[in-house]
């Protein structure tokens, strides 16, 4: 069983607040990615990071932005939500190196809804 | 851009029936994985591979590389398999480096009645 944690769960908001997706993972994975997905449709990539200190943006453009200080853990946070936040977001981790990729182990997502 | 293209998108059965979930995908692949989401959101990986097929209880995957396509079977289908299946691609071309995530199909939605 996958140990990656997302919270909360649920989010209901105001426009122009500022929030914090949190995702940890207890797997010692060094590769995590943050995907959004709107009802009905295709996750996309949003961000990614190969490990501490590195974040790189995904193929949908995104107004949020990750940190990875630590290992485990890899928030993502909204400056100033809007309704288009609207959607689900899902964190992942692997264990994939430069020379081996391996299956992705998907967070529980958050569903997120700005008023 | 790989595209990827999962059919049915909805599939309604009775129980018991074996089921079939088609994936086709445009470019080269270096893994194909299968997914499953419960109406509560969270995912589970069920099957990651790049040739063969895979068994695992009462779920089958297959793959064929040449004609880049993908099947996911369910035996003996039951109400808790009831969920949305996604087939997601890994480009072949890794180069450690840009948006290396993956690909992922719009899903189907499959309910299975009792």
Known sequence: ?115 | KNEVEQSPQNLTAQEGEFITINCSYSVGISALHWLQQHPGGGIVSLFMLSSGKKKHGRLIATINIQEKHSSLHITASHPRDSAVYICAVRSSVYSGGGADGLTFGKGTHLIIQP
């Open chain 1, 1 to 115: 069983e996958a140990d990656i944690y997302q919270t909360p769960r649920y989010l209901v908001i105001g426009t122009g607040k500022k929030i914090t997706l949190e995702c940890s993972q207890t797997m010692g994975h060094d590769k995590m990615y943050w995907y959004q997905q709107d009802p009905g449709m295709e996750l996309h990539l949003i961000h990614y990071s190969y490990g501490v200190n590195s974040t790189e943006k995904g193929d949908l453009s995104s107004e949020s932005t990750v940190s990875r200080i630590r290992t485990e853990h890899f928030p993502l946070t909204l400056e100033s939500a809007r309704p288009s936040h609207t959607s689900q977001y899902l964190c992942a981790s692997s264990d994939e190196t430069p020379t081996s990729y391996n299956e992705q182990f998907f967070g529980p997502g958050t569903r997120l809804t700005v008023l």
